[in-house]
């Protein structure tokens, strides 16, 4: 499976732009993958963060009124439940028959159903996958080892940069596994102290699990080569940068992202405050 990955059209056009990019550009190849991902993120993940912030405000807008159409489903089951002689079960599926409804009725009309907010995972986890096989493949001779892999395989082998000069080899410092989780681990934190509300006990399991995916990671970006490794940790900086821009005011109206009740007016002063009365864990 995985070899049919690496020699799949996807992934040689990944591959195929990476070394467009390197030629035309002449840069270092560290830098060829910095300016890569960065430009990757900035074209095809930006825009979908953007519109998947933007479903997530037009459904939050809607719990207003959905609310008063709740009190007023109420009323009538109240009614029916005395015309109808309704027991209680008969009353509890009508009411949330209706609500249902109702709520579908509201999504339709603002366009906003919550399926569209994984639009983001649809471009970003392929986006990740082809360049990460792809600079696998340019680090190892792969999949097959003919003259041009060879020759991509030696520019790789001298362009690298500070502590990774090599970057066919690992980083044995760890200093870009290291990185790359703290990156991960960040952002977690990130959505964490900007939560409005008490959070779910399953809402706080799925942040524990994500925090110990970030810490196995590490092992993991320790084996790969180092143009993956670099790869990663650029990408999760990004990852880290496009969540705190996305929660500026002015940037969200520059993204036409709808103003809710829960967007706070100095998101970045909330954090220093988060931080500074230390609920970073909480």
């Given at each position: 499976?995985?070899?049919?990955?690496?020699?799949?059209?996807?992934?040689?056009?990944?591959?195929?732009?990476?070394?467009?990019?390197?030629?035309?550009?002449?840069?270092?190849?560290?830098?060829?993958?910095?300016?890569?991902?960065?430009?990757?993120?900035?074209?095809?993940?930006?825009?979908?963060?953007?519109?998947?912030?933007?479903?997530?405000?037009?459904?939050?807008?809607?719990?207003?009124?959905?609310?008063?159409?709740?009190?007023?489903?109420?009323?009538?089951?109240?009614?029916?439940?005395?015309?109808?002689?309704?027991?209680?079960?008969?009353?509890?599926?009508?009411?949330?028959?209706?609500?249902?409804?109702?709520?579908?009725?509201?999504?339709?009309?603002?366009?906003?159903?919550?399926?569209?907010?994984?639009?983001?995972?649809?471009?970003?986890?392929p986006l990740w996958v082809c360049m990460?096989?792809?600079?696998?493949?340019?680090?190892?001779?792969?999949?097959?080892?003919?003259?041009?892999?060879?020759?991509?395989?030696?520019?790789?082998?001298?362009?690298?940069?500070?502590?990774?000069?090599?970057?066919?080899?690992?980083?044995?410092?760890?200093?870009?596994?290291?990185?790359?989780?703290?990156?991960?681990?960040?952002?977690?934190?990130?959505?964490?102290?900007?939560?409005?509300?008490?959070?779910?006990?399953?809402?706080?399991?799925?942040?524990?699990?994500?925090?110990?995916?970030?810490v196995v990671m590490i092992p993991i970006?320790?084996?790969?080569?180092?143009?993956?490794?670099?790869?990663?940790?650029?990408?999760?900086?990004?990852?880290?940068?496009?969540?705190?821009?996305?929660?500026?005011p002015t940037f969200r109206r520059f993204?036409?992202?709808?103003?809710?009740?829960?967007?706070?007016?100095?998101?970045?002063?909330?954090?220093?405050?988060?931080?500074?009365?230390?609920?970073?864990?909480?």
């Amino acid at each position: 499976m995985y070899s049919d990955l690496s020699q799949s059209s996807w992934v040689m056009n990944t591959q195929h732009l990476l070394e467009t990019v390197h030629d035309y550009t002449h840069l270092p190849w560290w830098a060829t993958i910095v300016v890569t991902t960065v430009s990757l993120r900035l074209a095809i993940t930006l825009p979908l963060a953007a519109y998947q912030h933007s479903i997530y405000a037009r459904l939050e807008n809607l719990k207003p009124e959905m609310e008063g159409i709740l009190k007023e489903l109420k009323k009538e089951t109240d009614r029916a439940v005395v015309m109808y002689k309704w027991d209680a079960k008969t009353a509890k599926l009508a009411f949330h028959k209706s609500a249902k409804k109702q709520w579908n009725l509201l999504v339709q009309r603002d366009n906003c159903h919550a399926f569209k907010a994984t639009v983001l995972l649809w471009g970003q986890i392929p986006l990740w996958v082809c360049m990460s096989v792809a600079l696998r493949n340019m680090a190892m001779m792969l999949p097959v080892q003919t003259v041009d892999a060879q020759l991509i395989y030696l520019s790789l082998s001298s362009g690298g940069f500070g502590w990774i000069p090599n970057l066919t080899d690992v980083d044995h410092s760890l200093i870009l596994p290291v990185s790359m989780s703290l990156a991960n681990l960040a952002i977690i934190q990130l959505q964490v102290m900007n939560k409005v509300g008490a959070t779910s006990r399953l809402a706080n399991t799925i942040m524990n699990v994500l925090r110990v995916l970030c810490v196995v990671m590490i092992p993991i970006a320790a084996y790969a080569p180092a143009d993956v490794a670099l790869y990663w940790t650029v990408s999760s900086f990004y990852g880290l940068t496009q969540n705190l821009v996305l929660l500026s005011p002015t940037f969200r109206r520059f993204f036409r992202i709808p103003v809710t009740p829960l967007e706070r007016p100095h998101p970045y002063q909330h954090i220093l405050n988060q931080i500074k009365a230390h609920r970073i864990f909480q």
